[in-house]
């Protein structure tokens, strides 16, 4: 998916997503895959709202790291297993349905969300301080390579990179990492961190 930067929005009558006088308009296709159709089409269009919102419950109330059978896994999309995120379907519902942009977890979250990054990384022998106590979007963890440090954070999959860079002191590059990229990644994000902290130099 690309990320993109999410300006405040509002959802009018319609559910319409708005950004100031600018309208965008997402178009729903609901077709059934029986030839001739069985009708079930006309009554998701009736339900549409009532679908999607518990749709949103599910996803949300499920306990899965990613997806499972309770909610996104089905046998026609068992080739898609690896792209299938229940999390990033939540947000991307709940933008549609309320204009709700995806904030980033608190530091503690994120501590555990880098936590396999930390361990790579530590392999690696590069030290890493774990960032408790840092006030809201700040830096989870901090890297200190040979002649650089690299201050990391993470962020949801539906924001650009940019619109939520950590705060980081002065001689400390911060470096904020797409959340699905971290997931699905790892040996991509560990290599980039790896070539980040050669660049920092």
């Not at 995806?102 to 301080?129: F, K, R, V």
């Not at 950590?166 to 904020?176: D, F, K």
Request: aromatic share 6%.
């Amino acid at each position: 998916m690309t990320t993109m930067a999410m300006p405040e929005a509002t959802i009018d009558k319609d559910h319409c997503v708005i950004f100031g006088k600018n309208y965008v308009r997402a178009t729903r296709y609901l077709y059934d895959t029986l030839a001739g159709g069985a009708g079930y089409s006309e009554l998701a269009a009736k339900y549409f709202k009532d679908i999607v919102e518990d749709t949103l419950r599910l996803l949300e109330g499920c306990t899965c790291d990613s997806s499972c059978t309770e909610c996104l896994d089905h046998f026609h999309n068992q080739h898609l297993k690896r792209l299938l995120d229940r999390r990033l379907a939540a947000s991307l519902l709940r933008y549609g349905l309320y204009g709700t942009i995806p904030q980033p977890t608190t530091t503690s979250a994120q501590i555990e969300q880098l936590g396999s990054l930390n361990a790579w990384l530590t392999l690696d022998g590069t030290h890493c301080e774990v960032l408790e106590d840092q006030p809201a979007n700040g830096s989870a963890l901090l890297i200190n390579g040979q002649n650089s440090k690299l201050a990391l954070s993470t962020y949801p999959a539906l924001l650009a990179p940019d619109s939520i860079l950590p705060r980081a002191p002065h001689g400390v590059t911060a470096y904020a990492i797409n959340e699905s990229h971290l997931y699905r990644n790892l040996p991509g994000v560990h290599a980039e961190i790896n070539r980040q902290l050669r660049l920092a130099k």
